[in-house]
């Protein structure tokens, strides 16, 4: 039976992806009955999900050991077992993908975290990670770094779908948009079909409240701390703001005439950090047509048991959300500095993960050996 708050969502234009992915949800039809029951079209993954994936119970054990006594060393044996999860998850999500032209039923795998500052190295992993899972509906997950941009292009105009991450500043967002459509008229001018390229531009929402809601109550006014829990949701509705001034303009208007797929919004980091705000906040106020909703599992059955969804909370609210960050700004709290800190420690973030799991999969290949 479908939940109907989930349902709502996915009837206002919102695509419901899972932000977690194991061999145990998988194997055990757990996905499968979230796409049944919870409106689930997608999934995203990452190097903190695949850690604790693969730090818990015993399903990668046989995979494991056979990769070690076939010589492999730790960076093959995750990629290869980063890449199988991935590929099942694909497999699971193709009848919706064929059924969607492509829009939903994807799946995402992100590049080498350590790779985020160097732009050739990116491309040449995402390239070699898409040719690895060998599924259409795979998103390949580059990081919305300086270095990423360029990368976003490159990999765009060899007909591979992205998922560019870590977007937490306006600013950025915009050089994003720009990447996809420069990849985008590259791969028009090099004959490839804009039809199948499809592109999600994943922007970050609770880390901005954690950071900025930290600055508040060091000023500790009562006005400071009135506008606490505001800004990653006024950043957000300004995130749509922007994407719905790209793509309605004349170079965007040229592409899809084309074929091409807008960039879709996606709303990441929607589990809420702090206990005293609503467990959906980034759910029900970040509704609009067109976008994605990632969401961790507690927040999915949170929107499932409680969520009141009431239509689009985005469109109509620009000026709003530009009145939060004036006002952050009036108390000092400086927004550039925030989304710069965000940006590196969002790197930092992953990278600690990605270490993390070559630990892990390392002493478990130890194991193996003794």
């Given amino acids: 039976m479908t ?20 061999r145990e949800l998988l194997e055990t039809g757990k996905i499968a009955e979230l796409m049944e029951e919870r ?3 997608g999934l995203t993954s990452n190097p903190s999900i695949f850690q604790a994936a693969l730090a818990k119970g015993d399903r990668y054990n046989e995979d494991l050991a056979a990769l070690t006594s076939a010589g492999k060393s730790v960076e093959e044996v995750v990629h290869e ?11 699971l999500f193709r009848p919706l993908y064929d059924r969607t032209g492509g829009v939903d039923g994807r799946a995402s795998i992100e590049v080498d975290p350590r790779l985020a500052h160097d732009t050739d190295a990116t491309i040449a992993q995402a390239k070699q990670m898409y040719a690895d899972v060998d599924r259409p509906n795979v998103l390949i997950k580059i ?49 490839k079909d804009l039809s199948t390229i499809h592109s999600v531009a994943s922007f970050f929402v ?26 990653g949701v006024a950043n957000a509705r300004l995130a749509y703001q922007a994407f719905e001034e ?9 592409l899809a005439d084309d074929g091409a797929n807008a960039q879709r919004p996606l709303w990441a980091s929607t589990g809420v950090k702090d206990p005293a705000y609503p467990d959906t906040l980034y759910v029900t106020e970040l509704v609009a047509p067109g976008v994605v909703n990632t969401m961790p ?8 048991d409680h969520g009141e969804i009431r239509g689009d909370t985005i469109s109509g609210r620009y000026a709003e959300a530009a009145a939060v960050l004036d006002a952050l700004d009036t108390q000092g709290v400086s927004y550039s500095e925030v989304v710069e800190l965000l940006e590196a420690e969002g790197v930092d973030k992953f990278e600690k993960s990605w270490g993390e799991l070559l630990d892990g999969v390392s002493e478990e290949m130890e194991k193996v050996r003794a």
């Avoid at 109907?4 to 992915?21: E, Q």
């Avoid at 077992?81 to 590929?87: C, E, G, S």
């Avoid at 790209?246 to 040229?254: E, I, L, Y």
Wanted: aromatic share 4%; proline share 3%.
């Fill in 3 to 22: 939940n109907p708050n989930t349902k709502a969502l996915s009837d206002a234009g919102v695509s419901i992806w899972l932000d977690d992915l194991s």
């Fill in 39 to 41: 409106n689930v079209v």
């Fill in 81 to 91: 077992l980063t890449t199988a999860d991935v590929r099942d998850a694909c497999d």
């Fill in 143 to 191: 990081p919305a770094t300086r270095a990423g941009l360029p990368a976003i292009t490159a990999v765009t105009a060899e007909g591979i779908s992205v998922n560019v991450t870590l977007i937490f500043s306006l600013d950025r967002y915009r050089a994003v948009m720009n990447a996809y459509l420069e990849g985008l008229e590259k791969a028009h001018a090099a004959g």
């Fill in 206 to 231: 609770s880390r901005v409240d954690t950071e900025i809601d930290k600055r508040l109550d060091a000023i500790g006014t009562d006005e400071a701390r009135s506008l606490r829990g505001q800004a």
């Fill in 246 to 254: 790209v793509f309605s303009t004349p170079r965007w208007r040229n």
């Fill in 297 to 304: 599992g507690t927040t999915l059955e949170a929107t499932a």
